[in-house]
Each structure stands twice: as C-alpha cells, then as structure tokens.
Nanobody
Framework: QVQLVESGGGLVQAGGSLRLSCTAS????????MGWFRQAPGKEREFVAR????????YYADSVKGRFTISRDNGKNTVYLQMNSLKPEDTAVYYC????????????????WGQGTQVTVSL
C-alpha cells in the first residue's frame, strides 16, 4: 500500500501559476508510475498528466499541454505538477494517483489516490 498526500492548491488569478506536490509513503515510490487527475463540480474525473517510474516519459491531456509540467523526485518520494497560464476552466480538485501499470490515462487503472487539493482560478 502507498499513501499519497497532495499540497499546493489554492486561489489564483487567471494567467497565474501554482505548483502542486504529492508526497508518497509506504511502498517504494519508484515502483509506481504517477498521474494527476482533476474533477470539477458536476463533471467526471479527468486525466491531466502522467509520468513514468523513472521520470523519463511524460504524457499530457490536450487541454493542459504546453501549460502544465509533471515531474518527480524519487529521492524525495514526490511528484509535482507545475501549472502555468492558468485558466478559469482549470478550476477543480486535483488528485495524484499511483499505478503499477505504465502508460495509462484511465482512472480505474490507478489503485492509490490522494485526498485531493482544491485549485480555483478566478478571472
């Protein structure tokens, strides 16, 4: 079992930046590929970005490509999501998740989830 705790959410104006962090404890962090997902009110949880176990491969949803960057530090058991040029439509609860499978954007493929952190982007 791996436990995940997100931090770094908050309120920001459109065009601003935030960096989310997700720190893992329990099982060996580097055994897991990591993903970020988000869920806005009344909407389904959607994929944002994922990163491979070693951090060399990343993949993004089209809606965030060029604005968000996912990275990880296996020495610190932490995955990050740098969010730039934020838009009001980025407003959501953001979740990090861990999977034993690689190359997946499907939420049900991720067995371990954090509690989420709220990101609100105002005009």
């Amino acid at each position: 079992q791996v436990q995940l705790v997100e931090s770094g959410g908050g309120l920001v104006q459109a065009g601003g930046s935030l960096r989310l962090s997700c720190t893992a404890s329990g099982r060996t962090f580097s055994n897991y590929a990591m993903g970020w997902f988000r869920q806005a009110p009344g909407k389904e949880r959607e994929f944002v970005a994922r990163i491979s176990r070693g951090g060399t491969n990343t993949y993004y949803a089209d809606s965030v490509k060029g604005r968000f960057t996912i990275s990880r530090d296996n020495g610190k058991n932490t995955v990050y999501l740098q969010m730039n040029s934020l838009k009001p439509e980025d407003t959501a609860v953001y979740y990090c998740a861990a999977t034993s499978y690689g190359g997946t954007t499907i939420p049900t493929s991720y067995a371990h989830w954090g509690q989420g952190t709220q990101v609100t982007v105002s005009l």
